[in-house]
């Protein structure tokens, strides 16, 4: 079992920044990817930025290229996602989730993960 819980979340105006947390707890080393996903009101989930917990590779929805930028830090064995330029688009519920196997080439961004968060708010006002 995998326990994770995000923080950071918050109201901006448009242009500005929030960096969310996520604290992973639990069996965090069977984890082959970590990712962040959002989804807003009537909309699906999707995939926003993820991360190969070995090697660090990462991977982005292109609308968020450039803007957003995943970290990790394992030995705290937390994972960051780094939000600038925010639009009022970026206004959703924002989950981080892990999944113990690795996913098929190109399906890291697909919310097909195991565990999730409870989710942080990200409010951005034009």
């Known amino acids: 079992q995998v326990q994770l819980v995000e923080s950071g979340g918050g109201s901006v105006q448009a242009g500005g920044s929030l960096r969310l947390s996520c604290a992973a707890s639990?069996?965090?080393?069977?984890?082959?990817?970590m990712g962040w996903f959002r989804q807003a009101p009537g909309k699906e989930r999707e995939g926003v930025a993820a991360i190969y917990t070995y090697g660090g590779a990462t991977y982005y929805a292109d609308s968020v290229k450039g803007r957003f930028t995943i970290s990790q830090d394992n030995a705290k064995n937390t994972m960051y996602l780094q939000m600038n330029s925010l639009k009022p688009e970026d206004t959703a519920m924002y989950y981080c989730?892990?999944?113990?196997?690795?996913?098929?080439?190109?399906?890291?961004?697909?919310?097909?993960?195991?565990?999730w968060g409870q989710g942080t708010q990200v409010t951005v006002s034009s």
């Open positions: 639990g069996n965090t080393y069977r984890s082959c990817s």
């Open positions: 989730a892990t999944r113990r196997f690795c996913p098929p080439p190109g399906g890291i961004l697909r919310p097909d993960y195991n565990y």
